[in-house]
């Protein structure tokens, strides 16, 4: 699903959000997130760096070169975002 994308506009930077809003549970690497979106890896790198600078998603080292990202749920955007997509779920049905 890709909720805001469908709403906002084509955007690599709203897909990717998207996937976390989705999946807030989830710690997830570069190649996943590409994977799960259907992207390049090095495009996906460009968008990251943002999300993680706005305390969106959170960047987790781990091992010597594996990082790992996952929904920074203390946020209050995100808390807020997580709510308006609830809405519209229900909005949906």
């Known amino acids: 699903m890709k909720k805001l994308n469908e709403l ?11 996937l976390f809003l989705q999946n807030p549970e989830e710690f997830m690497n570069l190649r996943e997130i590409a994977r799960r979106i259907e992207k390049n890896p090095a495009s996906i790198m460009k968008v990251l760096p943002s999300l993680v600078n706005r305390d969106y998603i959170s960047r987790t080292k781990i091992g010597a070169k594996v990082v790992a990202y996952k929904l920074n749920k203390n946020n ?9 997509l609830q809405k519209l779920e229900e909005e949906e049905h």
């Open 8 to 18: 906002f506009g084509p955007s690599k930077y709203l897909i990717v959000l998207d």
């Open 76 to 84: 209050k955007k995100v808390k807020l975002l997580l709510e308006f």
